[in-house]
């Protein structure tokens, strides 16, 4: 049986977004594939998403008015500027129904539409199959294994490192 | 067959390093086979010392007065706390005389023995044959290849993440009592 999907409106995180953010980065799903620590308090997610570099793109996938997903795309220092780390997360009550698919749609227009980089990479546990299926549909190729990479519920795990790259910007052809 | 320098002192860096390090990482076969931006301003690498993170271990080596290399281990946090990601350069007129290997096994001693990790992992250039050689001494086995990822002379080229995992550390092995009724 398939979920009907959901359309989500994808926009711009803002500051309005904090309180879901914390209800939904404490979930034990968001918790299982991503770095999340158990009971984050306020003023942790507040501090974490401070410290995203200056130029980090952030975008939340939002039903009902409430933010249930989020993906940023982190910039690198020079000489790595041509390249980003994506980082995804969807609320355990919305996964399987389309927010994943909807908020890489949007980061990676940004990044190959606006941002010309040439590489997106990202890390995902190696038994998480659904985040892997979902890397792989946009053009993410593993490329190796990290072995012992976090601590998950009381296990060492492995990571895959995947990236997609992608051809320079066109030049633009005027007076066409 | 090393040609180990008789001076050669292993020790923490210090704020006074600060221009040597910079000097350090300005060399030409430093910046080919590290990230750092040619040309970076002196205050970078005098704000990274100064602003070294507990979980950061920096130590440098030095032949009398001069810095000849360098090495970190950058120890994670939370659910990383069992791993480290580890940095090392030697001074362009210092390689091939064994300081990479002190410094290497000073903070492989650190990591395996007083910190206690699980993991160590470190980043280098596809190509680099003289480190690649050095890490596979420690131990270090090539996990992943990452397609042009960095930015040199005009080229993007391919980074390794090579990684280290060790068994976790040992109960004292006198006078324990582990497995002792109580």
Redesign the interface.
């Known amino acids: 049986m398939t979920a009907t999907p959901f359309a989500p409106t994808i926009r711009p995180r803002e500051p309005r977004d904090l309180d879901a953010f914390v209800e939904f980065l404490g979930m034990p799903g968001v918790r299982r594939g991503t ?1 999340q ?1 158990p009971y984050p308090s306020r003023a942790f997610v507040e501090g974490w998403l401070a410290r995203m570099p200056a130029g980090t793109v952030a975008l939340v996938a939002e039903i009902d008015g409430k933010a249930i997903g989020g993906v940023d795309l982190l910039p690198y ?4 500027h ?2 980003a780390h994506l980082g995804i997360a969807v609320h355990d009550d919305y996964v399987g129904r389309g927010v994943g698919t909807a908020l890489m749609r949007a980061a990676l227009q940004i990044a190959d539409g606006d941002l010309g980089l ?2 997106v ?1 990202l890390t995902v546990f190696v038994d998480n199959a659904p985040a892997i299926a979902l890397y792989r549909r946009f053009g993410f190729v593993a ?10 519920d009381g296990e ?1 795990v492995d990571a895959l ?1 995947m ?1 997609r ?1 992608t051809d320079p910007p066109a030049l633009s052809t005027p007076g066409t | 067959m090393t040609d180990l320098p008789a001076d050669l002192q292993i020790r923490p860096v210090e704020a006074d390093d600060a221009d040597a390090l910079h000097a350090l990482r300005q060399m030409p076969s430093i910046l080919a086979q590290n990230p750092p931006l040619p040309g970076a301003p002196r205050e970078v690498t005098r704000e990274l010392i100064e602003n070294l993170p507990p979980t950061t271990l920096k130590i440098v080596a030095t032949v009398g007065a001069t810095l000849v290399g360098e090495a970190d281990l950058q120890v994670g946090r939370n659910r990383r706390a069992h791993r480290a990601t580890l940095g090392i350069s030697v001074h362009d007129a210092w390689q091939g005389r064994g300081i990479g290997t002190q410094l290497m096994a000073a903070l492989i001693d650190a990591a395996d023995h007083w910190y206690g990790l699980r993991r160590i992992e470190l980043r280098v250039f596809a190509g680099n044959e003289a480190a690649l050689a050095l890490y596979r001494k420690f131990g270090f086995e090539i996990e992943v290849t990452q397609r042009a990822a960095v930015l040199r002379d005009g080229f993007l080229i391919d980074v390794h993440i090579m990684g280290r995992v060790r068994e976790p550390i040992a109960y004292m092995t006198t006078g324990s009592l582990k497995g002792e009724p109580q």
């Open positions: 770095l620590m220092a020079p000489r790595r041509h390249g040439r590489r990479e490329e190796g294994i990290t072995r012992c990479d976090s601590i998950r060492l490192h990236a790259l």
